[in-house]
């Protein structure tokens, strides 16, 4: 198990590092793909589907709607980072009255709770991880900064880890995940704030057109750090609402997108705007 699970993880950052350096169409064709696949891992957790686990229509709405976001979010960007907001807040008012419209020209097919539950895992997962391509292909030095979210993301994580099994003595949340330790989320906090320091101070500062002040990005990833958990705990929490283990089984070892994935879409948006926040 552990060697399938670290072979598919190794196999995982080898494909993240192509499709992050070469960026452009190969990164929106991706992160669409992975989209879709996190908004079925994420209705069907919630029930949305049918019985028999069939696409039922706000599954479908759901993934059309999300490929109507990334092509109307790509167009947007082609042209300039202030034009694709209010393009991609337009494709999101979109889906939530797309999904209305299926609510009550269903009606009484579907409840109330399934069709928020499809609307909440159009926002988690597609919309989410588009802040990956915002960051990649909307800002300058995109290409270098795109690695702070992994860094807060996964960086943290391992971290988190080391010390955690290193010196964790007090559970964290242990109805979620009964291994995280309070010791380990600040190793993982003040892990990333430092990864952060050290990928500012060797990498941005130094190859790119921009200067990171360091408080700064070791403040970023504090925080980005800590959101990434709390994203890593909410997807546990769904799972353990609704009884299952993983999201999936696309990823050998891992689980599904879902379960590989879950810090890095929450990391994503609080990346970008605190870069944002800074070159304002």
Same mark, same amino acid.
């Given at each position: #198990? ?16 192509? $499709? ?5 169409? =190969? ?11 996190? &908004?079925? @891992? ?26 109507? &976001?990334?092509?109307? #979010?790509?167009? +947007? ?40 539950? +499809? ?13 990956? &391509?915002?960051?990649? @292909?909307? =800002?300058?030095?995109?290409?270098? =900064? ?16 080391? *010390?955690? *099994? ?12 009964? /291994? /995280? !330790? ?18 500012? &101070? ?16 070791? $403040? ?7 959101? !990434? #958990?709390?994203?890593? =705990?909410?997807? !546990?929490?769904? /799972? ?22 879950? !810090?890095?879409?929450? +990391?994503?948006?609080?990346?970008? #705007? ?7």
């Amino acid at each position: #198990m552990f060697r399938t699970r670290l072979l598919s993880g190794i196999l995982l950052v080898a494909v993240a590092l192509v $499709v992050l350096l070469t960026g452009g169409a =190969l990164l929106a064709v991706v992160l669409f793909l992975v989209s879709l696949i996190a &908004y079925q @891992e994420l209705t069907a957790a919630c029930k949305v589907r049918g019985e028999k686990m069939e696409p039922s229509a706000p599954v479908k709405v759901g993934c059309v709607m999300t490929l109507v &976001y990334y092509a109307v #979010m790509g167009l +947007a960007l082609a042209r300039n980072i202030t034009v694709a907001f209010p393009a991609m807040i337009l494709a999101i008012v979109a889906a939530f009255l797309a999904f209305l419209f299926v609510y009550v020209f269903t009606f009484p097919r579907y409840h109330a709770n399934q069709i928020m539950a +499809a609307m909440v895992s159009f926002l988690y997962g597609p919309v989410m991880l588009s802040f990956l &391509y915002l960051i990649r @292909e909307g =800002l300058n030095e995109g290409i270098y =900064l795109v690695w702070f979210v992994f860094l807060a993301s996964w960086g943290s994580d391992t971290c988190a880890y080391c *010390v955690g *099994v290193l010196i964790g003595k007090h559970k964290m949340a242990p109805e979620l995940s009964p /291994k /995280k !330790s309070v010791e380990g989320a600040v190793g993982g906090v003040v892990g990333a704030a430092l990864l952060f320091v050290l990928y500012a &101070y060797f990498v941005i500062n130094r190859y790119t057109g921009m200067t990171l002040p360091l408080p700064f990005a070791a $403040v970023l990833g504090a925080v980005g750090a800590l959101i !990434s #958990m709390v994203g890593d =705990l909410a997807a !546990s929490a769904i /799972k353990r609402d609704h009884g299952i283990k993983d999201y999936g089984k696309l990823i050998p070892g891992h689980g599904g997108i879902m379960d590989r994935f879950d !810090s890095v879409i929450v +990391a994503a948006p609080v990346v970008f #705007m605190g870069i944002m926040l800074m070159t304002v």
